[in-house]
């Protein structure tokens, strides 16, 4: 398989993740104002993957202004950087890195234009891979507290495809199966975008790691018969408190964890931290058409005049988490003193 995003001589190129897993089709973006959308419209999705895309977006967006003298270079800039975080509200990681971008382009704002190109797009590139690097060690710290012949129940796709490759949730899935501890994967649908059945299972099977795809009111039902070992989920935003947002849907699954004694594991790298907010309450939810709840693959599965609410994330409280997993180590409570120290760690 192809990385979920590469820089191809000045081009953006991502798999679409809406055809997937009938079609293994790859979109090709020529400008921020493409990869803007494919963002939005879901073509790439996850907290990382959509960093990343947003990165490249700065950079190749850039270029056509580099020749402009330092004024026309920063209104560009603002204008390239409104448009992008203007996409989907609730994963940090994607203003984490549009920050990141900005910070380079004020130390070369008056670069010579190649000079100019070059660190942007030297920077994008970087968060990309350091972005692969992070997963690969989630992968094996989550992988040592894996049990044996683990079933494991996963929600929303926390994969290769949300990040660099790898993923989070499910890089500690696959590094789990390297070591043989997998038996079974459940994996939510994940209603309405149905990133569980369709992305998830591709994913995985494509892996050879067995996997059960359930519909998102059965993981009860699984977890009261004892056929459910541990819970593992990505995260879109995570507050210094330990209260998680992630996939609507994934609160319920805590509070079902919590009610059966299973551990409740959320994978994600410190560019999913949010430092400016203290807890969950401050994290802004996206909420996204109501025809998305309304409608199936283009038909209406509900009467005329229903209507809908479709939040794209929940807020799963802190109490709930038993460890967050990032790539400087394993956080557990309290969280307020562990989150901050990982942040404050090497590498920050
Ligand atoms: O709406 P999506 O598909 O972008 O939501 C994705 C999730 O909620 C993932 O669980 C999260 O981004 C973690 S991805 C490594």
Not at 197 to 211: H, Q, S, Y
Not at 313 to 330: K, Q, Y
């Amino acid at each position: 398989m192809r990385p979920t995003i590469a820089w191809e001589e000045d081009v953006i190129v991502m798999i679409d993740q809406r055809r997937l897993p009938r079609e293994e089709i790859y979109l090709r973006c020529r400008d921020h104002l493409e990869v803007a959308a494919a963002i939005r419209d879901m073509a790439i999705r996850g907290a990382p993957a959509i960093g990343i895309a947003a990165a490249m977006a700065v950079a190749l967006g850039m270029k056509r202004h580099a020749g402009q003298d330092v004024g026309g270079r920063e209104r560009a800039y603002a204008a390239i950087h409104d448009v992008l975080a203007e996409t989907r509200p609730t994963a940090v990681n994607l203003f984490w890195a549009l920050e990141r971008m900005r910070r380079r382009f004020a130390e070369t704002r008056s670069a010579p234009k190649d000079a100019l190109d070059d660190t942007l797009r030297r920077e994008a590139l970087a968060i990309e891979a350091e972005d692969l690097d992070a997963c690969r060690r989630m992968g094996e710290l989550g992988a040592a507290l894996v049990p044996e012949r683990a079933r494991i129940l996963t929600h929303c796709n926390a994969g290769g495809l949300a990040t660099a490759g790898h993923g989070t949730a499910l890089g500690v899935v696959r590094s789990a199966a390297r070591l043989g501890k997998v038996r079974m994967v459940f994996a939510d649908e994940t209603r309405p975008f149905l990133q569980g059945a369709r992305l998830t299972a591709w994913e995985l099977l494509r892996d050879g790691i067995p996997t059960t795809v359930i519909t998102d009111g059965m993981a009860g039902h699984f977890m009261a018969r004892g056929e459910i070992d541990l819970v593992v989920v990505g995260a879109d935003r995570i507050a210094m408190n330990g209260d998680v947002a992630n996939k609507i849907g994934t609160y319920s699954l805590a509070v079902l964890a919590r009610e059966h004694g299973l551990p409740f594991f959320v994978v994600a790298p410190t560019s999913t931290f949010d430092p400016e907010t203290p807890n969950g309450s401050g994290i802004p939810i996206e909420e996204r058409p109501q025809d998305e709840v309304l409608r199936f693959a283009g038909t209406s599965i509900a009467p005329e005049g229903a209507l809908a609410r479709h939040p794209a994330f929940d807020v799963t409280p802190h109490r709930l988490v038993t460890a967050v997993i990032c790539e400087r180590g394993v956080a557990r409570p309290p969280f307020a003193a562990s989150l901050s120290a990982l942040l404050r760690k090497e590498g920050a």
